[in-house]
């Protein structure tokens, strides 16, 4: 269990789209995993996600979700 301030929301919309909520205020169904890269990759790897969200994550959506993450962790750094 970690402060829910060190973790990041992934959400599915009611459209069903996956993204990641910096935020935890968008609508639709979410799972929270660990800022860091390794986290989310091993989320999506071992199908945690798809399973809480209960949605296909594709490639392209996950290569997506890894690439937002980066650039919400630069923005954080930089």
Do not use: F, N, W
């Amino acid at each position: 269990m970690k402060e829910k301030k060190s973790l990041i929301r992934v959400v599915r919309s009611p459209e069903g789209e996956l993204s990641l909520d910096p935020t935890g205020k968008k609508p639709g169904r979410g799972a929270y995993v660990c800022r860091e890269g390794q986290c989310l990759a091993r989320a999506i790897k071992q199908r945690q996600l798809e399973r809480q969200l209960q949605a296909e994550m594709t490639e392209e959506v996950s290569q997506g979700l890894q690439a937002e993450l980066a650039a919400l962790r630069e923005a954080d750094h930089g």
